[in-house]
C-alpha cells in the first residue's frame, strides 16, 4: 500500500479501524497526513518527511529507518509491561497494609503501621519503585505480547492470583511474627515487647516489598544469577540503598518512625520472613 494514493491508503486505515485493528501509519509527503493523523499511531520520518506530515503523526523517526520503529514498538511495550509491574506492586502494598491495620484495630485495638512507617513505603514504591523499573532494557520476548487496547480497563492485565497469593503470604508472615510476640514477653515487658512486635511487622513489610520488585525484574534471576546481578547493578544498589536506610530508621530513628531497635535474632527473623517470600 505504499504506494497507493493518499485517498485510498486513508479508505484502507479507516476500513481496518471499524474492523476494530490497531492501525499504525508510516508516511513522509504531505498527502499522508489524513492517514497519519487517522490511524492510531502514525510514524512520521524525520529526514524526508514534511512538516506538515510530522505535525499530523504521533512519532517521528529521526533516521528515517524502520528498523527504529522496531525499536520504539519495543520501549512501548516495555513501558506498558513496566506500568502493569508497578500497578501489581501497588495494589499488593496497599491491600496487605489496609488488611493488616484493619485486623489489628478490630482484635487489638491498635495498628502496627503507622502514618509515618506507611509514608516511608510509599514512598520506596512511588520513588523506587519506577527507578528500579525502566532501568531495565526492553526484552526481546515483549514484542509478540499481549496487545493493548484503548479502553481496556487495567484489571484486565493484573494478575490476580499472583496478586492474592503475594497478599496472603505477607499477611501470614506478618501473623507470624504476631505470634512470636507472645514470646517476647518472657524477654521484655508488655510495653516494649509490643513494640518489638511493630517493628518486626514493619521491617518484614518492607523487606517483602524489595523482594516484590526483585520479582518483578525475575528475567534470569534463578537461571543466570550472575547475568542477572551484573545487568542489574543500579537496581542492586537501589535495594542496598533501601535495606541500608531501614537499618538506620530501625536503629537510630525510632523516636520519628515509633519503632524500637531489634537485637540480632529478632532482626533474622524478621529478614527471613521477607526473603523467603
Not at 251 to 259: M, R
Request: charged share 15%.
Amino acid at each position: 500500500m505504499a504506494r497507493c494514493s493518499p485517498d485510498v491508503k486513508l479508505l484502507f486505515v479507516q476500513a481496518l479501524k471499524q474492523s476494530g485493528e490497531m492501525v499504525a501509519v508510516t508516511g513522509y509527503v504531505t498527502e499522508d497526513a489524513h492517514a497519519l493523523h487517522q490511524a492510531d499511531i502514525g510514524l512520521a520520518m524525520g529526514i524526508r518527511g514534511t512538516e506538515v506530515a510530522k505535525e499530523s503523526s504521533d512519532i517521528i523517526i529521526l533516521d528515517d529507518s524502520f528498523a527504529t520503529c522496531v525499536k520504539a514498538f519495543k520501549w512501548g511495550q516495555s513501558v506498558h509491561a513496566n506500568i502493569i509491574k508497578f500497578m501489581q506492586l501497588q495494589l499488593t502494598v496497599n491491600v496487605v497494609a489496609l488488611t493488616t491495620n484493619f485486623m489489628a484495630a478490630v482484635f487489638y485495638g491498635c495498628v502496627p503501621l503507622n502514618a509515618v512507617q506507611l509514608l516511608w513505603v510509599n514512598l520506596l514504591i512511588v520513588a523506587l519503585v519506577p527507578l528500579s523499573l525502566v532501568t531495565k532494557p526492553p526484552a526481546d520476548e515483549l514484542m509478540p505480547g499481549l496487545l493493548v487496547k484503548p479502553g481496556q480497563p487495567p484489571k484486565r492485565y493484573v494478575k490476580w492470583k499472583r496478586l492474592l497469593v503475594q497478599v496472603l503470604y505477607q499477611i501470614v508472615a506478618i501473623l507470624i511474627i504476631n505470634f512470636q510476640g507472645r514470646s517476647l514477653l518472657k524477654s521484655y515487658n508488655r510495653g516494649h515487647a509490643i513494640k518489638v512486635k511493630n517493628t518486626m511487622i514493619f521491617n518484614t513489610f518492607v523487606v517483602c516489598q524489595i523482594i516484590h520488585q526483585m520479582e518483578a525484574r525475575k528475567m534470569d534471576i534463578l537461571s543466570k544469577p550472575k547475568m542477572w546481578i551484573t545487568s542489574n547493578y543500579l537496581f542492586m544498589g537501589m535495594a542496598g540503598t533501601i535495606l541500608t536506610s531501614q537499618f538506620i530508621i530501625i536503629e537510630f530513628l525510632g523516636k520519628a518512625f515509633s519503632t524500637v531497635a531489634l537485637n540480632q535474632k529478632e532482626w533474622q527473623f524478621s529478614l527471613t520472613l521477607g526473603f523467603v517470600e
